[in-house]
């Protein structure tokens, strides 16, 4: 385009190829259809595959067993408190940190952040163990409180407390991050109004914040409500009994001891309903984003808030000091653990290759799930553009399908599905990788979404007015707002591919281990030291990928002539009052 | 315009390109996905494959030092597939039936026996057991041990200077001395725990529980939980294991701060065999495969590599910390008995413990 003279593309219209043409832009849709099929036929086929091999089910069982029941409940029970806490505290901390664009330590925070999401379960505990559990380092902090148990250990990492505190260690970070993403995106204009009008801050509240939350909470919360409900090694260890315990116990009973198909398919049937229908409402209550930052205008923050002094620096202070509490301590003891190890894991060639080797396959999944999110997400707004909002939410929808699909129910499925031709260690490591990218594939919808669906119409016509279509669009008008959410959603999905074992378990590994993989035979070999340092390799590796693709996308000022003027808005918003 | 408006930064958007690309080259790179030693000779020779467990494969683990020991005798290529648990891989050999590309299985417990053997797909070992040195007598012709150990309280000396000498001790110790125990719905020591609480008090299991109950710090998914992540962080003196694991902080760590209960009612056994699959086209490599097993260079790997016992007497190859381990009774339920009465028990404990 920059090299073509003005002459060839004007009269060339006809002799553009057609990747370049109006045709192309059409194009979004189908790939969309083929994505939510492909999503569909491995979640379904799956399932399909258990129930047909499932001798005979019938659904009265769910109700005769009676824990069945009452496992449900409280899986409802504690996910709900788990997103409650979760999602409301991470708008505080969203909230806080958006006031708050520059401190010292708060790229740490963000980095630490985006860390505790993929840090595999067993470490996170190991973590939660060490700073809260009943030797940990905040019981002499805990009965130094005047609740009048001086000489007890705490025990609240022990029971329903301790499971929403590791869920909220989970998904509040996630959540934030997101709502912070959000926040961020809100128009300069708007900024530049809030300081012009000097509004304080209820007002900001309701008409800049809340808009811009409020579009993202119900799938928010959908999605942490997921995770929650689906969670496993935390629930049952820090549940303190049997009678905390997921579904996926039952499964696990279910599919491994008993080889009861008919029940397992019912289990995950059941989570399918409980958690579609929360994801329903939540597709239905979202709706699509109406305003969000063009492209072409730097999103510079807040600049003057009146909201932004007195008590509100001393409130902010202590909402990001309790965020870093939470964070940072257990994050600190695994990272301790590791270093004792590290001198002998630098000079291990296996755990290199194995970096390697998990580093690739992430790659490979993380960059799968973000071309099947903007995939899904492209065919989303080609839909709601033409009115269609049932289908474009089923075809959303569709995408969050294998995160509440139990992964055993998934990994058993296919593996009756793909039985004979699932020989050779290449085609196992292929099944991780596309198992992998469908799993993160929610968490890439959730990061792209208003990137690919706030294209606004108005720039749209004048695309179109413009002649600029297909590819041609896609690099100058789609990709320019894409390319940061889009570092973001693959540094997401590369991670949590990084941090997966449960579906390389699902399928066994051939001689050659993955990170991950590694990790958990040096636990089972008592290999603590060497285990917390292949942990802490794990946790450099993932800070080294969102640093490196955050960095890399980091936008530089686009239009040099405005350059001089960058700084100003806040200045001259003070400058006015 | 558009020469101004266009300008874009295609260095920068190459560059994250070519980071992709070059990730995704070393991932093309083949010997990241195979062990070298087994691409190397791949000629002629016969290739056995063993589906077993994770950590048997370790770096560490009797693995490696199994393979090469067993490759010099047979001229054969012996491959692992490592599955998460022995439970994991009966689920395989389940799911693909006669169609299973398993020549022998190892890594099922006893309490895995019964399941498997119902399977129809194992074959007899037809190996000379005369050399077996279990604490019980073995007749089974389908499934050969390995090894053995004992499950035990393990508990750390600093913080639990006496331990609880019997069952009775533990169940009767005041409140605050508490266990770690993991589910038997999901680990291996958790089934362990409830066959030995069974087999110990009868019919008078569930009030065993009961008593039990207030000492249960909690009940973690799995062993690596609950010793990792609760027991080596101080969370209790005491938790669910094996009377060996003592041996690998004696010998590995050099330090007997950790150590196992010895309970005067006797302790609960666990065994793990390995079987020839009756499909397989090896299968007389498979059964030279098994009587490998019970020779001393399989065996030596097993003590400080699986830290189990093992399977045979090893005389002067058996590490000297294994001299000091706990030596209490032991004892088990048939794999019969196991297989009819598991669930039954599994619903018993869930009643005890929730009451």
């Known amino acids: 385009m920059t090299e073509g003279t003005p002459d060839s593309t004007r009269i060339g219209v006809s002799a553009r190829p057609w990747w370049r043409g109006p045709r192309a832009n059409r194009l979004g849709l189908p790939a969309a259809i083929v994505a939510a099929g492909l999503v569909l036929a491995l979640g379904l086929g799956s399932l399909g595959a258990l129930l047909w091999q499932a001798p005979r089910w019938d659904v009265a069982r769910l109700w ?91 025990d609240y990492l022990y029971g329903l407390s301790g499971i929403v505190l590791a869920h ?20 300069t204009t708007h900024w530049r109004l809030v300081a012009q009008f000097g509004l304080g801050r209820g007002a900001i509240w309701r008409l800049v914040e809340w808009p811009c939350l ?55 049937l059941t989570q399918l309903v409980v958690c579609l229908g929360l994801w329903a409402l939540a597709l239905a209550a979202g709706g699509m984003p109406r305003l969000a930052g063009s492209a072409s205008e730097r999103s510079l923050g807040p600049g003057f808030r009146r909201d932004a002094f007195g008590l509100r620096r001393l409130t902010d202070a202590v909402v990001l000091l309790a965020l ?10 695994v990272v301790t653990a590791g270093l004792a190890g590290l001198p002998a894991l630098v000079g291990d060639a296996r755990v290199w290759a194995a970096a390697a080797r998990s580093l690739a396959m992430a790659a490979a999944a993380g960059l799968a799930a973000v071309l099947l999110a903007t995939a899904l997400l492209s065919g989303c707004a080609a839909l709601a553009e033409r009115g269609h909002t049932a289908a474009s939410a089923f075809l959303e929808g569709s995408g969050q399908l294998i995160l509440i699909l139990p992964a055993m129910v998934m990994g058993t499925g296919l593996f009756l599905l793909l039985r004979p031709r699932l020989g050779g260690d290449v085609e196992g490591y292929v099944l991780v990788i596309v198992v992998n990218a469908m799993m993160a594939l929610p968490f890439a919808l959730q990061v792209l979404r208003n990137a690919v669906l706030g294209l606004a119409t108005a720039q749209r016509r004048i695309a179109d007015q413009l002649g600029v279509h297909g590819l041609s669009r896609a690099r100058w008008l789609v990709w320019p707002r894409l390319r940061r959410p889009a570092a973001l959603a693959l540094a997401y999905a590369m991670t949590l591919s990084l941090g997966d074992f449960s579906v390389i378990a699902l399928f066994g590994s051939p001689s050659a281990p993955t990170l991950p993989m590694l990790l958990y035979q040096q636990l089972g070999g008592y290999r603590w030291q060497g285990a917390a340092a292949t942990a802490l390799l794990l946790l450099i590796l993932v800070v080294a990928v969102f640093a490196l693709l955050l960095g890399l996308t980091r936008r530089l000022p686009r239009y040099a002539w405005r350059g001089a003027h960058h700084a100003a808005p806040s200045v001259a918003a003070s400058r006015l009052r | 315009m558009h020469s101004i408006f266009f300008r874009s930064r295609p260095a920068r958007l190459s560059s994250g390109l070519s980071f992709i690309v070059a990730l995704g080259c070393a991932g093309a790179w083949s010997p990241l996905w195979a062990d070298q030693a087994d691409q190397a000779d791949q000629g002629e020779r016969p290739e056995l494959t063993v589906y077993t467990y994770e950590s048997f494969v370790a770096e560490w683990g009797p693995g490696p030092g199994v393979e090469q020991a067993f490759e010099v005798r047979c001229g054969c290529d012996l491959r692992f597939v490592a599955l998460g648990g022995g439970v994991d891989i009966l689920q395989r050999l389940r799911l693909e039936g006669a169609s299973t590309e398993a020549d022998v299985v190892l890594g099922l417990d006893m309490n895995l026996i019964h399941d498997a053997r119902e399977l129809d797909l194992l074959a007899p070992h037809q190996v000379d057991t005369a050399a077996l040195t279990l604490p019980i007598d073995w007749q ?78 909690t009940v973690a998914s799995g062993w690596s939980q609950a010793y990792f992540s609760l027991f080596m962080n101080g969370e209790a003196p005491l938790v669910l294991s094996y009377s060996t694991s003592p041996a690998y902080h004696m010998a590995v760590e050099n330090t007997d701060r950790y150590q196992a209960a010895e309970f005067s009612e006797g302790h609960y056994l666990q065994v793990e065999t390995a079987a020839a699959v009756a499909g397989s086209d090896e299968l007389d490599l498979a059964r030279d495969f098994l009587a490998f097993i019970l020779t001393p260079d399989f065996q030596r790997h097993i003590p400080l590599g699986n830290v189990m016992y093992p399977a045979i007497d090893l005389g002067d190859d058996l590490p000297p910390v294994f001299d000091r381990l706990i030596e209490p009774d032991s004892f088990t339920f048939t794999p019969e008995e196991v297989g009819e009465h598991r669930r039954d028990w599994i619903r018993e404990w869930l009643n005890a413990s929730s009451r």
Request: hydrophobic share 50%; with cysteine.
């Open chain 1, 168 to 187: 909220v260690f989970f998904n509040l970070p996630l959540s934030a991050r997101l709502m912070l993403q959000a926040l961020e995106s809100v128009p």
């Open chain 1, 214 to 268: 409020r579009r993202l909470l119900p799938r928010l919360a959908a999605l942490v409500f997921t995770l929650c409900f689906s969670s496993f090694a935390i629930v049952m260890t820090l549940g303190g009994g049997p009678g905390s315990s997921t579904l996926e116990v039952a499964l696990y009973q279910a599919i491994k001891y008993d080889n009861d198909l008919a029940l397992a398919a019912l289990l995950a």
């Open chain 1, 64 to 154: 005769q067993e009676p824990y069945l029941l009452a496992i449900v409940r409280f899986s409802v029970w504690q996910a709900t408190l788990s997103t409650l806490a979760s999602l409301g505290l991470g708008v505080v901390v969203a909230v806080a940190l958006a006031r708050r664009p520059r401190f010292a330590g708060r790229t740490l925070l963000l980095r630490a952040m985006e860390l505790s999401l993929v840090i595999p379960s067993l470490l996170a505990l190991f973590g939660l163990v060490a700073v809260h559990g009943r030797q940990g380092w905040a019981a002499p902090l805990v009965q130094a409180l005047p609740l009048g148990q001086a000489n007890q250990s705490p």
């Open chain 1, 324 to 333: 870093a509490a939470l964070l940072l301590p257990p994050l600190i003891a």
């Open chain 2, 140 to 217: 089974d012709d389908t499934f050969l041990p390995y090894d053995w150990g004992r499950f035990a309280f393990v508990y750390d000396r600093q913080a639990l200077p006496e331990p609880p000498t019997s069952f009775e001790e533990l169940l009767d110790a005041p409140e605050d001395l508490k266990v770690i125990i993991s589910d038997p719905r999901t680990s291996v020591p958790g089934l362990g725990l409830l066959l030995w609480i069974k087999h110990v008090y009868g019919d008078r299991a569930d009030e065993a529980w009961e008593r039990l109950s207030p000492h249960i710090l």
